[in-house]
């Protein structure tokens, strides 16, 4: 990394495993789980997210030292909410499907609690190529969840991935299909996109043991 | 009628936390004991209650296509919409403050309760949720709102009194080491979650139409049935 130093490296790294926003910070979890019925979608509020959070980051970072502390909610949610805005209607503009699946999803981006959380305990206090740096690794690192749970209820659920039929075609009984294989129509309801991630926490906490809450 | 009805769909079969994971976030971090669970569930109930019909009006005779007709012929051609994001998030975070202000200096002792989750209640997804859908499900009158936001605020306070309950029993049971904490509080929702969705059927049952068509089959059914019988009586006679 010869145009990372060790420390700002970290920054990224970091909330990928360890620091995980998702399942260490518990921040975010709203729309990660709402969404994560298709690998799609999971990836594209990934990236919403990552735009936000990034330039979000920069922009609460340049203004750290002239923002009033009593009314700093109210400008990070301004800030929040103007870029979400330029993500809504650039998703309106290019992909319009994907932004009925999506429906109030995007603007609850606004409210989600990575980018509130990182505005508060980092960019308030850091410069502003550090706070882009940790803006991109916690986005990142909420992306890796998002998309690892999209993954596994489509592939499961539908057994799709993006949409193209991996597992074969259940109707002409090819593939998979043709020993007898289900699709679990289950993993695309809501309620199993709480247990996925429950259990990628506990296979998380089972490999990195220092993680393991006291109750 | 439809009050009622939405009522109870917003509590029980939409809700909040279990049909749509609104407000996760301070849902996982505040159950950890029922007390603080409540005065949080109490506060949303409280902010939801407001906002949405705020908003609702809005949406009504600000954001929508044609909202400004009410200012002159010339304005009915805007679309504002694409504003309501940032008109949403702005009434509700002043509204949080209002209100914050409101009850110290009137009710110092709800505010005790209360007062110190109220700014965890401006970044709460449940709330700018209840207004978004509100405007997306198109609810039609400043009354249903209101029962919108009251019934959907209930909805997550049941939610969040549930699992803190849950939570303070769970101390005493041996949990797997990984899965202590977090990860048991998201198998434990998951699990609710599903027991939320039989809810889903308690508004399909009053449908008529279908019961009619169902009636008719029978009848028409038993007739061919009783006809069989007189053929067969007849070839037997």
């Known amino acids: 990394m010869g145009l990372l130093s060790k420390k700002d490296a970290a920054l990224i790294t970091d909330p990928l495993a360890d620091n995980n926003p998702i399942t260490i910070?518990?921040?975010?979890?709203?729309?990660?789980l709402a969404i994560t019925a298709e690998l799609k979608a999971s990836i594209v509020m990934a990236v919403s997210v990552l735009f936000v959070l990034g330039l979000g980051n920069v922009v609460i970072s340049l203004m750290r030292n002239i923002i009033p502390s009593k009314i700093r909610i109210i400008v990070q949610l301004i800030v929040v909410a103007t870029l979400v805005i330029i993500v809504d209607l650039v998703l309106k503009a290019f992909a319009y499907e994907l932004s009925k699946t999506l429906?109030?999803?995007?603007?609850?981006?606004?409210?989600?609690?990575?980018?509130?959380?990182?505005?508060?305990a980092f960019a308030l206090g850091n410069g502003p190529w550090k706070s882009f740096l940790d803006g991109v690794g916690n986005s990142l690192g909420y992306g890796v969840i998002l998309i690892a749970v999209g993954f596994f209820r489509e592939l499961l659920g539908s057994g799709t991935l993006l949409g193209y039929k991996v597992l074969g075609d259940p109707i002409e009984k090819t593939g998979l299909y043709a020993i007898g294989y289900e699709n679990?129509?289950?993993?695309?309801?809501?309620?199993?996109?709480?247990?996925?991630?429950?259990i990628i926490i506990w296979i998380q906490r089972s490999r990195n043991t220092a993680l393991i809450e006291e109750n | 009628m439809e009050h009622i009805e939405l009522f109870f769909k917003s509590i029980f079969i939409d809700n909040m936390v279990f049909a749509t994971f609104l407000g996760m976030c301070s849902y996982l971090a505040v159950s950890k004991k029922v007390a603080t669970a409540v005065g949080l569930g109490a506060a949303v109930i409280f902010v939801l209650a407001v906002t949405v019909p705020l908003n609702w009006l809005l949406d009504q005779y600000i954001l929508q296509e044609g909202a400004l007709s009410w200012l002159g012929e010339e304005y009915a051609a805007y679309d504002l919409s694409f504003?309501?994001?940032?008109?949403f998030i702005a009434t509700i975070a002043t509204m949080v403050q209002l209100v914050e202000i409101i009850v110290e200096k009137f009710s110092p002792s709800l505010y005790n309760s209360l007062g110190i989750f109220l700014p965890l209640i401006a970044v709460n997804c449940a709330i700018l949720g209840g207004s978004l859908f509100m405007q997306s499900r198109e609810i039609p009158s400043l009354g249903l709102a209101l029962t919108y936001g009251i019934g959907s605020g209930i909805g997550w306070f049941l939610a969040i009194l549930a699992i803190a309950a849950i939570r303070e029993k769970i101390r005493y049971s041996s949990?797997?080491?990984?899965?202590?904490?977090?990860?048991?509080?998201?198998?434990?929702?998951?699990?609710?979650a599903i027991g939320f969705m039989s809810f889903g059927g308690m508004l399909t049952g009053g449908d008529e139409e279908v019961?009619?068509?169902?009636?008719?089959?029978?009848?028409?059914v038993k007739k061919e049935s009783e006809n069989e019988f007189a053929n067969n009586t007849i070839i037997i006679e």
Do not use: D, W, Y
Not at chain 1, 184 to 198: K, R, T, Y
Not at chain 2, 83 to 87: K, Q, T
Not at chain 2, 211 to 220: C, F, L, P, R, S
């Open chain 1, 184 to 198: 679990n129509g289950f993993m695309l309801l809501s309620p199993m996109a709480l247990i996925v991630v429950g």
């Open chain 1, 103 to 120: 429906s109030v999803f995007v603007g609850l981006i606004i409210t989600n609690c990575i980018i509130m959380g990182r505005f508060e």
């Open chain 2, 83 to 87: 504003l309501s994001f940032i008109m």
């Open chain 2, 175 to 192: 949990v797997p080491p990984a899965l202590r904490g977090l990860g048991i509080t998201f198998i434990i929702t998951g699990l609710m």
């Open chain 2, 211 to 220: 019961t009619e068509e169902k009636t008719a089959q029978v009848e028409t």
């Open chain 1, 25 to 32: 910070q518990v921040l975010g979890i709203c729309s990660a």
